[in-house]
């Protein structure tokens, strides 16, 4: 139900967000890792396939069935990996110039 009826109205939104959250942690800006790692796994959790909740004693509740990361992969692990590559090439051609070599590598060494 929440794949067919709420998720592609915010399909965008939340891709967008979660990128934002990220490219903070990679500026060492505070963010919540713990909401980043969940959005996250909801990508994977929605493509469970014969999908039950199971509660689970000091953790609440868990998504079990047989995982397919077609809808991580598709929703989340390509569009992820464009931004990284995006992201990256555009500090890599900053720093070239705006750096010399030294400084380059040790920006580099910190992301």
């Not at 959250?21 to 500026?27: G, S, T, W, Y």
């Amino acid at each position: 139900m929440f794949n067919e009826q709420f998720y592609p109205h915010v399909r965008v939104t939340l891709l967008e967000k979660l990128f934002e959250e990220i490219k903070k942690d990679r500026n060492r800006e505070a963010v919540k890792r713990d909401i980043i790692k969940r959005v996250i796994q909801c990508y994977v959790d929605m493509g469970l396939a014969g999908a039950k909740t199971m509660r689970v004693p000091n953790a609440g509740f868990i998504w079990h069935g047989d995982k397919k990361l077609d809808h991580y992969e598709a929703e989340f692990e390509q569009h992820f990996l464009t931004f990284s590559r995006e992201e990256f090439e555009k500090k890599a051609n900053l720093w070239l110039s705006t750096m010399n070599c030294p400084e380059y590598l040790n920006e580099a060494d910190k992301a």
